[in-house]
């Protein structure tokens, strides 16, 4: 008798009962089993379709002489197509992967990206809790004599931020000056907070012969605006030198540092604080701080002041009435002093 063609090992080798027809259906009506199959013959259609999907090197044996002889098969023919296929795949991407990797590695980008993936969470969530900072600077009134006056709003409430301090260091241009003076004035009676740093400093120089200089401005809070301060400070423009054509020139007065102070840790340093800077703690004290210089968003980018400046074609007007202006008034004084003095011999 021929010998039956080889069969794959399981549960697919053991040969199975006839299906119990009437009994599998019975069971369908009453409980909502399976249907008119049995589980032999369900596991026997199984074992067809697997059995199909296997090469024929491995279900029918090569016969050779005196016995039969198993022909030996690579392991991945013993696989069905759909996993053969997901294997493939993952090998594929795997491929892929190292590729990048090694081009990373290559192009010193390996760091910079597992750096960016470990970092960016958490800095996310720090900065999801802080709001910006707004900044808004502007000049106040006309002619030479000016205020500027700078406005912080924080997003937070101010009562949470009540232990901090808020300083302002100003960058004062060539074409500008602050008087000291006045600056002593404005601090006894209470109306800014404001100190220059600078020494040597020259009110009456003009533009071509001064420095830029620093001021140094405590900021207050603001009484019309709950999350806002507020820091004043006059300014004065300098004299310049007479242009050829164009009677005006322009000055560009920069954003300031904003420097803060807090006796405890708030989200918002974590967030915007850039480097550490030393000043005095207060006006008033000589203690030194080391402040938080601040990150914020500026409304305007830069202020522009516009300067007019005389005209070099008018240089021999100018001289020649303001001479005969100064002879005229000499000499009224004189007349004056011999008319109505009380001379002595």
């Known amino acids: 008798m021929e010998q039956q063609p080889w069969r794959t090992q399981g549960a697919c080798a053991a040969p199975r009962p006839a299906p119990d027809r009437e009994g599998a259906l019975l069971r369908r009506r009453n409980f909502g089993g399976p249907g008119l199959w049995g589980a032999g013959e369900r596991q026997d259609r199984k074992c067809a379709r697997s059995e199909a999907s296997v090469p024929v090197t491995n279900s029918v044996a090569a016969r050779s002489g005196s016995g039969v002889k198993r022909t030996q098969a690579s392991p991945t023919a ?39 993936l470990t970092a960016s969470p958490g800095d996310a969530g720090i900065r999801a809790t802080c709001s910006e900072i707004i900044l808004r600077q502007e000049v106040l009134k006309d002619g030479f004599h000016r205020d500027l006056l700078i406005k912080v709003k924080f997003g937070e409430s101010i009562e949470d931020l009540q232990t901090c301090r808020l300083l302002i260091k100003q960058y004062i241009p060539t074409g500008l000056f602050v008087d000291p003076y006045e600056l002593a004035s404005l601090r006894e009676r209470n109306i800014t907070e404001a100190v220059m740093v600078s020494e040597n400093f ?76 030393a000043a005095p703690c207060a006006l008033k004290t000589k203690d030194i701080c080391q402040w938080n210089n601040m990150k914020y968003k500026s409304v305007y980018k830069n202020v522009t002041l516009q300067v007019p400046v005389g005209l070099t074609i008018h240089t021999s007007l100018v001289c020649s009435v303001t001479l005969l202006i100064t002879i005229l008034c000499s000499t009224l004084i004189l007349v004056a002093v011999f008319k109505y003095g009380h001379f002595s011999l």
């Open 78 to 116: 013993f696989l069905p197509g759909a996993l053969l296929s997901g294997v493939l795949a993952a090998r594929a991407v795997a491929v892929r992967v190292v590729a990048w990797l090694l081009l990373w590695e290559a192009a010193g980008l390996t760091c910079t990206a597992v750096t960016a």
């Open 202 to 277: 020259n009110i009456e120089a003009p533009n071509y012969l001064s420095k830029e200089s620093e001021v140094l401005i405590y900021a207050r809070q603001d009484s019309q605006c709950i999350d806002c301060f507020q820091a004043f400070l006059p300014v004065h423009y300098r004299y310049h030198r007479p242009h050829s054509k164009d009677g005006e020139t322009f000055i560009v007065l920069n954003n300031p540092d904003l420097l803060m102070y807090c006796d405890q840790e708030f989200p918002i340093l974590k967030c915007w604080a850039q480097s550490e800077v």
